[in-house]
């Protein structure tokens, strides 16, 4: 019945095209690549990229995708990080992991196109 009010709100008030929002957890943490979980520990253990994997980069939430405040209302800092290693004369792929500086962790298969977040 919620999913039913929000999605009625969202499509009412023109926010539907607002791609980040909190999501099922049972259904859309499946959906997230072991890679991420991977490369979000050791982000949280050594604050930098793995050897051979580009991370580390400012991210700067510019669509306004993810939330610019946490809970205790100061500003959010985001910076990206690849999932996958770097291979020479490849595309890096649009699968990313953007961590923020209050902890948490999201998910993008699409290259910033949406987001879902990392659970613990």
């Not at 994997?53 to 990206?80: C, D, H, I, T």
Request: proline share 3%.
């Amino acid at each position: 019945m919620y999913r039913l009010i929000l999605l009625c709100f969202l499509l009412l008030t023109g926010l539907s095209s607002c791609k980040y929002v909190e999501q099922d957890l049972h259904t859309q943490q499946s959906t997230i690549p072991q890679a991420a979980y991977d490369t979000w520990e050791y982000v949280k253990k050594y604050d930098r990229a793995k050897k051979g994997y580009v991370g580390g980069r400012r991210f700067g939430n510019y669509e306004q995708l993810l939330p610019k405040k946490a809970a205790n209302n100061q500003k959010l800092n985001y910076k990206e990080w690849d999932i996958h290693p770097k291979k020479k004369g490849q595309n890096r792929g649009a699968e990313r992991l953007v961590t923020d500086s209050d902890g948490n962790a999201y998910y993008t298969a699409d290259h910033y196109d949406s987001f879902t977040k990392l659970e613990p």
